[in-house]
């Protein structure tokens, strides 16, 4: 056993070291004074070891006491914080405590002291793992024994539009799978869509659409394609022939339908689809035949890059669904994020949805003229852009439209009062004039790239007034009047800390939807540092201190990181939330992982060689961006620790369910485990509830189930939405990172749940290009 006991004397000596010269810096950094002594009680330890001495289990002992002692006066009984600060030195107590290492020490294996001591550090540990797995409770409770839903008429099962209504709340009418059944939900079908034209696995994370016995699917490079809704089986396929030169992503969330209503019978695309393409096209396509419609546009086709200013390929295209109202098609765009001042528009605009011709446009650059840029001009550049999907309402003539920010995102000396007034804000634009009616912006000045990223989601309250949602990357779910944009649920005004860069303006106030629960997360703190050991641990909590962190929109600064939080991931994203309109029940998932973020002056950015770059990709997208046109360029990264795992402590990812009638918190739990995730990007194949970062949305059925895939963990899950009770899940070829849908079939009076299983890059889910299909078992 010598050879053994030098072997940890060793390991505990590079423990220790690492210990104390990490504590020393923290203390200086005005931090926690555990480490340095820790690091030495293990320095000592290991020297006992080394000497063949029954010392070092007294030492150790010691030491584990008193960590316990501290790490309950830091985070009394959060298990995952326990986990941090107990792990590894629980793991090699036991090792320690073990008799064949006793015996090496010259101690007698058992004695009434090593038993309890052995007792203790078991004792902490299961309860510790108990805490785990117990932290994936249920809170809260809603007694809804006379849940009341409209009877279903199951056989109209179509979803006819990204978010299934045009208000996008994601419900559908169907009950025949219930929380008696749900169980026995099987895979039906799996559908390849084959790799993109340059022959590389192509993300994948679009909504089909269900029309009669078909559902249309677009792939990430905007290929459209007609899948029988029983079988699985293609009936057509439509090449976009999409040039994806300088395109990251490769993104088509979803499709968008029309019957038209003057169409005869036997008449050519009477019923299309529409694509708005990632080479900046908006096709549209007979939904019969998959061709495209000859009159619409030029030969089906109407180019988005028309009054646009010069700019690389790729820094303009479209990842959402356009949004059909009053027979126009309402048209945003995705801009490239950080590159420099005065990119792309970010213009909306309308299109004939039967001729595909203009029809106005809003330039906020240019509010009184709705029409195209004369000869010689172009659309503002630089102005904040819609690439979110959209939101209509046909009664009051409206689309709702979620807005990005001005370009770059992370400084805004040089934006227009233009700008200002209608980045990062929810706009209702007057549907046959394109004029705005109203606006509400949910950040000012935004200088935390916390573009609104959600689809509104359109609901009537129980007092029959109007409602949109409008759920941000801040955690914060605004309830708005859709007619006005007053203010339902309260919103107040708070202080915030203020930029003092010169040249910038920063908002002093930031609004906050304090009549809502934030979905924020816990306010990040050195003691809510996170580490799979100690040392990660203690390297966190020093980055933590060496940073800038005031609160909720600390600005980003120049001599020091700041912390962000939520980080640019949210909070929520393009998922939005899912409203059953009976119960008005919200369902909510969303991410906690904070942003290290800092600028950098432009000499700064000179001497490293940043430039914007020519083509976008994923690795410009995090890390340092040029901001060309403005004094500083930028660094933006996630907080992680060097084992590649967020600093802070789970969860990651939570799902909640809000009764929207008490605007009160239902149930909340962590959202995925661990299996499909762990330090140094490896999977830790540990079902462990611990919250994963997410990225997709949520549907909801009359029979009180939520189905929704989106975290890190490769699979699909079924809440009971009255309860939070996990009904069952579906492991999927990658991270279901999309919305799925649910339709039903009349070939096998079934209904089936599909989704897009293409995973994300943005948060490591995987890839594959399947849709996957689901439903319970056929009737013999």
């Known amino acids: 056993m010598t050879y053994l006991n030098h072997l940890l004397a060793v390991f505990l000596v590079l423990i220790g070291g690492a210990l104390v010269w990490l504590g020393a810096q923290l203390i200086l950094a005005g931090g926690s004074l555990y480490y340095v002594p820790a690091g030495g009680a293990l320095l000592a330890t290991a020297w006992a070891l080394w000497k063949q001495s029954s010392l070092a289990l007294r030492i150790y002992a010691g030491l584990w006491i008193v960590t316990l002692i501290w790490a309950l006066w830091e985070s009394g009984l959060n298990g995952w914080a326990l986990t941090a600060r107990l792990g590894l030195l629980t793991g090699i107590g036991l090792w320690l405590l073990t008799p064949w290492v006793r015996r090496s020490l010259g101690v007698t294996p058992t004695t009434a002291l090593s038993r309890s001591l052995l007792g203790l550090v078991l004792a902490g540990l299961i309860s510790g793992t108990g805490w785990l797995f117990w932290n994936d409770r249920i809170t809260g409770g809603m007694d809804l024994a006379t849940f009341a839903g409209a009877k279903a008429d199951e056989r109209a099962g179509n979803w006819l539009h990204y978010g299934n209504a045009q208000g996008g709340n994601r419900h559908s009418s169907l009950t025949q799978i219930n929380a008696d059944n749900v169980g026995a939900l099987a895979p039906a079908w799996k559908f390849s869509l084959g790799k993109e034209p340059n022959g590389e696995a192509a993300p994948f994370e679009a909504t089909p659409l269900k029309i009669g016995e078909r559902l249309y699917v677009c792939s990430g490079y905007n290929d459209i394609i007609a899948i029988?809704?029983?079988?699985?089986?293609?009936?057509?396929?439509?090449?976009?022939?999409?040039?994806?030169?300088?395109?990251?992503?490769?993104?088509?969330?979803?499709?968008?339908?029309?019957?038209?209503?003057?169409?005869?019978?036997?008449?050519?695309?009477?019923?299309?689809?529409?694509?708005?393409?990632?080479?900046?096209?908006?096709?549209?396509?007979?939904?019969?035949?998959?061709?495209?419609?000859?009159?619409?546009?030029?030969?089906?086709?109407?180019?988005?890059?028309?009054?646009?200013?010069?700019?690389?390929?790729?820094?303009?295209?479209?990842?959402?669904?356009?949004?059909?109202?009053?027979?126009?098609?309402?048209?945003?765009?995705?801009?490239?994020?950080?590159?420099?001042?005065?990119?792309?528009?970010?213009?909306?605009?309308?299109?004939?949805?039967?001729?595909?011709?203009?029809?106005?446009?809003?330039?906020?650059?240019?509010?009184?003229?709705?029409?195209?840029?004369?000869?010689?001009?172009?659309?503002?550049?630089?102005?904040?852009?819609?690439?979110?999907?959209?939101?209509?309402?046909?009664?009051?003539?409206?689309?709702?439209?979620?807005?990005?920010?001005?370009?770059?995102?992370?400084?805004?000396?040089?934006?227009?009062?233009?700008?200002?007034?209608?980045?990062?804000?929810?706009?209702?634009?007057?549907?046959?004039?394109?004029?705005?009616?109203?606006?509400?912006?949910?950040?000012?000045?935004?200088?935390?790239?916390?573009?609104?990223?959600?689809?509104?989601?359109?609901?009537?309250?129980?007092?029959?007034?109007?409602?949109?949602?409008?759920?941000?990357?801040?955690?914060?779910?605004?309830?708005?009047?859709?007619?006005?944009?007053?203010?339902?649920?309260?919103?107040?005004?708070?202080?915030?800390?203020?930029?003092?860069?010169?040249?910038?303006?920063?908002?002093?106030?930031?609004?906050?939807?304090?009549?809502?629960?934030?979905?924020?997360?816990?306010?990040?703190?050195?003691?809510?540092?996170?580490?799979?050991?100690?040392?990660?641990?203690?390297?966190?909590?020093?980055?933590?201190?060496?940073?800038?962190?005031?609160?909720?929109?600390?600005?980003?600064?120049?001599?020091?990181?700041?912390?962000?939080?939520p980080g640019s991931l949210g909070g929520m994203n393009w998922g939005s939330v899912s409203v059953d309109p009976v119960s008005r029940i919200m369902i909510v998932n969303s991410s906690h992982v904070i942003n290290y973020n800092q600028l950098l002056t432009r000499a700064q950015a000179d001497a490293i060689g940043l430039k914007a770059i020519p083509k976008p990709s994923f690795e410009n997208i995090a890390g340092p961006v040029a901001q060309e046109g403005a004094p500083y360029a930028a660094s933006i990264k996630p907080f992680l620790s060097p084992l590649l795992a967020p600093c802070t402590q789970p969860p990651y990812g939570m799902i909640s369910a809000v009764d929207l009638n008490t605007r009160k918190i239902i149930w909340q739990k962590p959202f995925g485990t661990a299996r499909d995730s762990g330090p140094l990007l490896l999977k830790t194949g540990l079902p462990i509830p611990m919250g994963t970062p997410n990225i997709g949305g949520s549907i909801i059925t009359s029979s009180g189930i939520a189905f929704i895939g989106a975290t890190q963990e490769h699979m699909i899950r079924a809440y009971d939405i009255k309860t939070g009770k996990e009904l069952w899940k579906g492991r999927l070829p990658a991270g279901g990172n999309a919305t799925p849908m649910t339709y039903w079939s009349a070939k096998s009076g079934r209904q089936f749940v599909v989704i897009a299983a293409g995973g994300h890059g943005g948060i490591l889910s995987g890839y594959s290009d399947q849709l996957v299909a689901f439903a319970l078992p056929k009737k013999k």
């Open 228 to 565: 029988d809704a029983e079988t699985g089986k293609q009936a057509w396929r439509f090449a976009a022939h999409a040039n994806i030169e300088g395109i990251f992503g490769q993104t088509c969330r979803g499709l968008a339908y029309y019957k038209v209503p003057t169409a005869t019978t036997g008449s050519i695309c009477k019923e299309r689809l529409y694509t708005a393409t990632i080479d900046s096209r908006l096709i549209a396509v007979d939904v019969a035949t998959g061709k495209a419609c000859p009159n619409f546009g030029d030969d089906g086709a109407v180019n988005l890059l028309k009054g646009m200013s010069a700019a690389p390929v790729g820094y303009y295209h479209v990842t959402s669904p356009p949004a059909l109202v009053g027979g126009k098609l309402v048209i945003g765009g995705w801009v490239t994020d950080g590159q420099k001042t005065f990119e792309p528009s970010g213009v909306i605009r309308a299109f004939d949805a039967v001729t595909g011709k203009f029809a106005w446009a809003w330039d906020m650059g240019r509010p009184d003229k709705q029409s195209e840029p004369a000869p010689g001009e172009t659309y503002t550049p630089g102005t904040p852009n819609s690439w979110a999907p959209m939101s209509a309402d046909e009664n009051l003539g409206l689309v709702y439209a979620p807005m990005g920010n001005a370009t770059p995102d992370y400084h805004g000396g040089h934006r227009s009062p233009e700008m200002d007034k209608y980045s990062s804000a929810v706009v209702a634009l007057d549907a046959n004039t394109g004029k705005p009616r109203w606006h509400f912006q949910t950040t000012h000045h935004d200088l935390w790239d916390y573009d609104v990223p959600s689809q509104p989601v359109l609901i009537d309250l129980a007092d029959g007034r109007p409602a949109l949602l409008q759920p941000t990357k801040r955690g914060e779910i605004f309830m708005l009047d859709r007619r006005t944009g007053e203010p339902i649920a309260e919103v107040t005004e708070q202080r915030v800390p203020v930029s003092s860069l010169d040249g910038e303006r920063s908002s002093p106030t930031q609004p906050f939807s304090t009549g809502m629960p934030s979905f924020a997360g816990i306010r990040p703190s050195e003691k809510t540092m996170w580490g799979v050991t100690p040392i990660d641990q203690a390297w966190c909590r020093l980055q933590f201190r060496r940073a800038r962190f005031d609160g909720s929109l600390t600005p980003i600064g120049v001599d020091q990181p700041t912390i962000t939080w």
